[in-house]
Structures are given as structure tokens and as C-alpha cells.
């Protein structure tokens, strides 16, 4: 038998040796974080500079004015190709982040799964046709509503449809399905792809985690998309699950959303838009006539969006800063102002006060949008509050630009 003493002895040897061991697992745990911490940084230094690359070794040839006109085109449409991706893995790592902090918020009404899915598969089959994949669907069409937020609901299509065709070789195929199972809309996509490994299957939807990080990896990414979809549908109360038999199995993403009443959505008030086809070329003219105010301290933003409202018509005063801005309005009032918001001394918010204090025969209730990198909901509530009647994300397109404009002094860019 133990006496008193031994016990205590004994009893602290324990309490020491579950501490230690505490301490080695915790000390494991934080190795490992930091292992995956070096590697996403890796990844997303690579994942950065690669977009980067092309954009900036392209620009530099077509500065230099020696490419012929077939070579010029492919080097736009490379630019243009890359500063999309770019702007895709700042918008995935920004969503990442309001998610982790609780501050993403859902315009949450009753949607059409099925719009969402045609809207994303619009989207996405130009890639799937340059890849000669095979996008097959099987969308019911009364498969019927659920309560969500329609442009949060596309992106969940649009990340499960992009993996499918980035994992998919040339010749594959995907096929999407949207059915209706009780009490649940269910969306299916299916690919012919390289599948999963079976031991990184129950990681698959985990935040940096990728089934091949190595420098050698044939596909290129973050891993964050598989996560945004997750953290999306479970913020809509739905599930998403993965499956796949293993390497060169191709592979499902099942996602099934609570379905609701059976009323339809009302139309949403979006300001009009256009077409996602429109080119420069077709909106010649239709902001003929329009005198802009457009306000941007920064040179390079200002060059272009001068350029691109001209394109179209519009007689535009270009000005970079809040005090210009004003005394520009004061002395020659515009139809239409388009500002920035982060300036120095005078930003777009106190600016639009300062104009929205001006009595109605001075411009006071102008038409106005602010044009700005700050992309968050709560950055568009404080816009429109402030003033403005619309709040577009740069960057943004020419076309879109354009349409804002015509939607402001009411003219139709169709």
C-alpha cells in the first residue's frame, strides 16, 4: 500500500506528466499551423504573382508598340484574363475574411435556385468551351424557392462549377443537376475530373487546404474556394458534401438548400445593367449630350474612366479631388456626378454632403455614384446613406460604368 506521501508524489508525477503532454500536443498543433501558414503565404505569393507576370510582361511589349495586330489582341485578352483571376483571389480571401470575423452579411429573400445556377452556368461555359468540356445540365425548373441571398447563391455555383471544369481535362464532361427532394432543393455537380484522394476527402472543404501543395502541383489556387461554398450554404442552412472514389474518379458536390413557400420572389430593385455581352463599341453614343463630374485622386483611374464615359458620348470634367470637385460643381453644375470615396482632406462621403446640402436649384439632389475599392455591404449601406444613389466595386467593368451612368440620367443602354 501506498502511504500519504508516495501518494502525493505519485498524484503529482501524473498531474506533471498529463501537463507535459499537453504541452507536446499543443506544441505539435501550433508546428503544424505554422507549417500551413508558410505554405498558404507561399501559395499566395505565387498565386499573385503569377496574373502579375503576364499583366505587367504583356503591357510592356504593347508599350514598346512592336507586336502586329494578331499579337496585340492575344496580349489584351491575356491581360484581361489574368486581371480577372487576380481580382477572383482578392474577392475569395476578402469573403474568407468577413466570414472568420462574423462580418459577411446575406440580402436574404426568396430565390429561384434554379435562376442562380443558369446564371453561373452562363458565366462559366466560355472556360468550359476553351477546355472542349462537355457541360451537360438537368435543371427542374419548379424545383422551387429558398431563402437566400441570389448573388452569394450564384457564387456557390459559379466555385463548384469552376473546381469541376479546373480539375476536369480537355474531353471531360460535367453534368449538373437541380431537383426538388422533400424538404430540400438539392443542386448536383458531377465531373469526370481527377477526383480525390480518399485520405483528403475529409479535408476537402477545410480553409488553404489543397490536395497537392507541393511547387510541382498541376493546378494552381488557394484552396478557398471549396470553403467559400461551405461557409455560404451553411450560412443559408443547407449542407454541402463531396464524394469520390479515388484518383482519376472524377468527383460530386452535393449541396441541398431548405426549401420554402412556393410564392414567387418579387423582381429585386437593381439599378439597370448592361448586357454582359455589351461592348464599348455597341454603347457608343448613349451618354451623347451627358455632362460628368468625375472625381478620383488617383491619375491612372481618372485617365481611364474619363476615357471610357467619352467612348460613349458624355462630355466629362475630370477633377482630383473633393475641393475641385466642388468648386467645379458650383461654378458649371453637371447632369451626373461619379465619385470616388478614400481621398485626401475631402473624401466621397463628405463630399456628397457637402453637394446635398446645396439648395435644389443648385444641384442639390445631382444624381451621383460613388466608384470605389471599398467592396463590403456595410461600404455600400454608408454610400447610399451618405447620398449616393448607387455604389460600384472597382474594379469595374467599362460597360457597367457606362450603364450606371445612363441608369442615373435614365437613358437605356440596350
Known sequence: ??????????????????????????????????????????????????????????????REGKLDAATT???????????????????????????VSGKLRLDVRPVELVRAVEAALDTIRPAAEARDIDV??????????????????????????????????????VHVRLVRIEPHVQLTVQDSGIGIDRDFLPHV???????????????????????????????????????????DQGATFTVKLPVIGAVRPPAPELPPAAPESATMAALAG?????????????????????????????????????????????TSPPDVVVSDIEMPEENGYDLIRRLRGLPEERGGRIPAAALTAYARAEDRIRALRAGFQHHVTKPVQPAELVAVVASLVRRSVI
Open 286 to 330: 448613349s451618354l451623347r449630350g451627358v455632362n460628368v463630374l468625375l472625381v478620383d485622386d488617383e491619375a491612372d483611374a481618372r485617365d481611364l474612366f474619363k476615357a471610357v464615359l467619352e467612348g460613349s458620348g458624355a462630355r466629362v470634367t475630370a477633377v482630383g479631388s473633393g475641393a475641385e470637385a466642388y468648386s467645379s460643381f458650383t
Open 73 to 99: 489582341a492575344r496580349a489584351v485578352q491575356t491581360i484581361d484574363r489574368n486581371a480577372r483571376v487576380q481580382t477572383q483571389l482578392i474577392s475569395d480571401i476578402l469573403d474568407v475574411s468577413r466570414i
Open 205 to 247: 472543404f477545410e480553409r488553404f487546404r489543397q490536395g497537392d501543395s507541393s511547387s510541382t502541383r498541376p493546378h494552381g489556387g488557394l484552396g478557398l474556394g471549396l470553403a467559400l461554398v461551405r461557409d455560404l450554404v451553411e450560412l443559408h442552412g443547407g449542407t454541402v458534401q463531396a464524394s469520390s472514389a479515388g484518383r
Open 1 to 62: 500500500m501506498f502511504r500519504e506521501r508516495e501518494e502525493r508524489l505519485v498524484v503529482g508525477l501524473a498531474a506533471q506528466a498529463a501537463v507535459a503532454m499537453d504541452n507536446a500536443r499543443l506544441y505539435r498543433q501550433a508546428q503544424e499551423a505554422n507549417r500551413m501558414k508558410d505554405e498558404f503565404l507561399a501559395t499566395l505569393s505565387h498565386e499573385l504573382r503569377t496574373p502579375m507576370n503576364a499583366i505587367m510582361g504583356w503591357a510592356q511589349l504593347l
Open 136 to 173: 451537360q445540365t438537368a435543371l427542374d425548373a419548379g424545383a422551387g424557392l429558398v431563402s437566400g441571398d441570389a448573388d452569394r447563391l450564384q457564387q456557390v455555383v459559379w466555385n463548384l462549377l469552376s473546381n469541376a471544369i479546373k480539375f476536369t481535362p480537355s474531353g471531360g464532361r
